[in-house]
């Protein structure tokens, strides 16, 4: 099945900074999700990205389908924004997510 | 999208009961999907609950330990069956939704087995 790689596995930064998140996977996909773990374990939709550039605020993603990617952008982080952010994809069309380990932000003030 | 609600959001139980775990949506959907994420780990799906049929299991998970039921499109539940310790995890709900498909998930159930 697809493989799903996230880079970096941590990532201490200080309020405000930037940072660049990102997702690998093994194969074609037709779509790829990026979520939001809080601290007390809900998992937030952030964006659904097969493919091009989305923003939702301080947050931008995009996924290079060609090139097997997706990258999440936080700029002018916030103490909230800490938690664990984990991409996914299908393992084939309108099937389960596999999830990748995640990247684990930690967002000091 | 979706409003998933789940229940109980935690509970702390003893070794060698069982709990269930129930899932809601506030509208009709064709598959239901139940994951596992354990203790500092990424998410794991348990199975998929199809209405109208038996669930499909995903590869080291079994219908004795965690028998699932989806009596209509809107409803699940997910029993965890003879705890243990190891069964310490973050059990989820999500759901497909809307043209796109996207996945969407309930707040989750922390269980913890003493």
């Known amino acids: 099945g697809i493989q799903v790689e996230q880079s970096p596995p941590d990532l201490i930064l200080q309020e405000g900074a930037n940072s660049t998140l990102r997702c690998n996977f093994s194969d074609s996909v037709n779509n790829l999700q990026w979520f939001h773990q809080n601290p007390w374990g809900q998992l937030i939709n952030l964006f659904y990205i097969p493919s091009g550039t989305k923003q939702n605020g301080r947050l931008s993603a995009t996924t290079v389908a060609t090139e097997r990617y997706s990258l999440l952008y936080i700029s002018s982080s916030q103490t909230t924004d800490s938690g664990v952010y984990f991409c996914a994809v299908p393992q084939t069309s309108g099937s389960r997510l596999t999830f990748g380990e995640g990247t684990q932000l930690t967002v000091n003030p | 999208s979706a409003v998933i609600s789940q229940k109980p959001s935690r509970d702390i139980c003893q070794r060698g009961t069982s709990l269930t775990i129930q899932c809601q949506v506030d509208?009709?959907?064709?598959?239901m999907f139940w994951y596992r994420q354990q203790p500092g780990q990424s998410l794991t799906l348990i199975a998929t609950a199809n209405q109208g049929s038996e669930a499909t299991y995903e590869s080291g998970f079994v219908i004795d330990k965690f028998p699932i039921s989806r009596p209509n499109l809107t409803f699940s539940t997910l029993t965890v069956s003879n705890m243990s310790p190891e069964d310490s995890s973050i059990y989820l709900c999500s759901v497909r939704t809307g043209a796109e498909g996207a996945q969407h998930f309930g707040d989750g159930t922390r269980l913890s087995i003493l």
């Open positions: 509208s009709q959907v064709t598959m």
